[in-house]
């Protein structure tokens, strides 16, 4: 699999490996994925009062380009709101690590998890 | 010491410098370049006799006789010419023919398409550590059945099966054996003299020996017949025509022959190493050998790292080339038929790693090849969700994935 260089460099030094603290109400998670297809992606936001993403974190058991695709997003989402979040699409991320074909589906699946962390946000927030 | 360390020699041995001196020998003008069919002068009668010492060559390393092969362009042609060839020429006698869920795909497309032509295939389960169970295969025979097709070493976990009680069973129901040997030359002792075996598929390239050469084992006493699958001048008695590759032909012979010359020290050496590497490695948390403990192949080590993906693993790898039984090697989104049809879940078939040995493997490179996947494994968990899932004892069984 001939990856691009940004693949290898997010996935050699993976930026915002790691977790936040479940129980702080300011942080949100979406997980995604299944380990029968080969990834789960689990990627952890920090909300500030203005709604603004402050932090984010990662982790994520599947292939190179799922976590070039879950770190870069990671890099994204900081300092926008969610609204701002809520517009990254999937075929940024893939033309932006310039994914072959077959890895789409990352891309897809890091898409997911940053809806799936906004989505776990406003339930914790009351909707 | 040079990097990547080469440790896929199940996929494919570079070939030895001794069988490359010796290829190179009958391709220019100044070797023996002629046409083995050539039956008018003496640039055919010279590779005609080399390509006959090599026949002996290769019937030596398996106890056969020299009229009993017939030279392919490779295990693949093999299957098809034995399994194809034998379906079609024993079709009044019964159309079914049965072969097991580990096979290599050269033997499971082939029985596909015989399905396709109308014979009706079975496809047996193996045992978790990748077996068969004669009991089973023996309920699979019916009276219409006129062919089974059975690896002996699996080219993905290593394991070797029962050949001889398997040829027994077939030679008492009047059943036609074949086996594909491709991964079981130079590794294993190979006896046709005593094993009930009607046809065998070797490989050249596996052996070190060159791509693009394989052998097909036709048994003569008793007699098994086969239907062409490639037409011409009836070279190879009938069986496959085609110009005889003499350089390639002469170099599997030789290959061969040194297969059979240090086959004792070279399995005893490549044990050692196994056993270094395999020792190196058990220790980690949450590590498991795939397919039989015993009933195996020294050269290949077949290992799953539970909560990392295979492919990941394979780039945190990247000093050794290895092969993974994840999807994400290849388009789909299925991993490793092989492991799956040992029950395998799908988190430990996706963290499959195969490491197989072989005769350039050194010592230095196992030590190594034991400190890099210790790093990459720590890199990776400590990257893995599933990993901390498990260090808080959550069963990943009771979780509700969002599949896609």
Redesign the interface.
């Known amino acids: 699999m001939a990856y691009s260089n940004k693949v290898i460099d997010h996935y050699e030094n993976p930026r915002n490996v790691g977790s936040f603290a479940k129980d702080d109400p300011s942080v949100a998670t979406g997980m995604v994925g299944a380990p029968a297809c080969g990834d789960v992606m689990k990627l952890q936001i920090k909300v500030n009062e203005q709604g603004v993403i402050e932090d984010a974190k990662f982790k994520t058991y599947g292939c190179g380009s799922a976590i070039a695709s879950s770190s870069l997003v990671t890099e994204w989402v900081k300092g926008k709101t969610l609204d701002e979040a809520q517009q990254i699409k999937n075929t940024d991320i893939a033309q932006e690590l310039a994914l072959p074909p077959v890895k789409i589906h990352c891309s897809i699946l890091a898409e997911d998890a940053i809806k799936a962390a906004i989505a776990d946000y406003k339930q914790k927030r009351g909707g | 010491m040079k990097l990547p360390i080469y440790l896929d020699y199940a996929a494919t041995t570079p070939v030895d410098p001794r069988v490359a001196e010796k290829m190179m020998q009958f391709l220019t003008m100044d070797g023996q370049f002629g046409n083995p069919a050539s039956r008018s002068h003496r640039f055919g009668w010279q590779a005609e006799e080399a390509v006959e010492i090599a026949r002996s060559q290769i019937a030596e390393l398996v106890n056969a006789d020299p009229r009993e092969i017939v030279f392919t362009s490779g295990a693949t042609e093999s299957n098809n010419l034995a399994i194809k060839g034998a379906a079609e020429f024993y079709h009044k006698k019964g159309k079914h023919l049965i072969t097991v869920k580990t096979e290599h795909k050269a033997v499971l497309d082939t029985m596909r398409q015989l399905e396709r032509d109308g014979f009706d295939v079975t496809y047996l389960d193996v045992e978790a550590n990748g077996l068969v169970d004669l009991t089973k295969l023996e309920q699979a025979m019916r009276s219409d059945t006129t062919v089974i097709s059975i690896m002996m070493v699996n080219n993905e976990i290593g394991v070797v099966q029962d050949v001889a009680a398997i040829g027994e069973l077939c030679r008492s129901k009047g059943i036609i054996f074949h086996v594909d040997a491709a991964q079981a030359t130079g590794k294993v002792a190979i006896d046709l003299q005593q094993l009930k075996v009607d046809l065998m598929s070797f490989s050249g390239h596996k052996t070190y020996g060159p791509k693009g050469i394989g052998a097909l084992f036709v048994r003569r006493k008793p007699r098994i017949r086969l239907e062409a699958q490639t037409h011409g001048g009836g070279h190879e008695r009938g069986m496959r025509s085609g110009t005889l590759a003499t350089h390639q032909i002469v170099a599997m012979g030789e290959a061969f022959r040194l297969a059979k010359e240090e086959m004792a020290a070279e399995q005893q050496r490549i044990t050692a190493l196994r056993d270094r590497l395999w020792n190196g490695i058990k220790d980690i948390e949450q590590v498991f050998l795939n397919g039989d403990a015993k009933a195996r192949v020294p050269n290949i080590t077949n290992v799953s790292f539970n909560?990392?993906?295979?492919?990941?693993l394979i780039?945190a790898l990247k000093d050794i080339a290895v092969s993974s039984g994840?999807?994400?090697?290849s388009?789909s989104?299925e991993?490793s038929y092989v492991l799956r049809a040992l029950g395998l879940?799908?988190?430990l078939a996706?963290s499959s790693i195969r490491f197989s040995i072989g005769r350039f493997t050194t010592e230095e490179q196992i030590d190594h090849t034991i400190k890099i996947v210790h790093e990459a494994i720590a890199k990776l968990r400590?990257?893995?969700?599933?990993?901390?899932m498990y260090k808080d004892g959550i069963d990943?069984n009771t979780v509700a994935?969002?599949?896609?």
């Open positions: 909560y990392v993906e295979g492919e990941s780039m994840s999807a994400c090697t388009a989104l991993p879940s799908d988190e996706h400590e990257m893995s969700p599933l990993w901390d990943l994935w969002v599949a896609h």
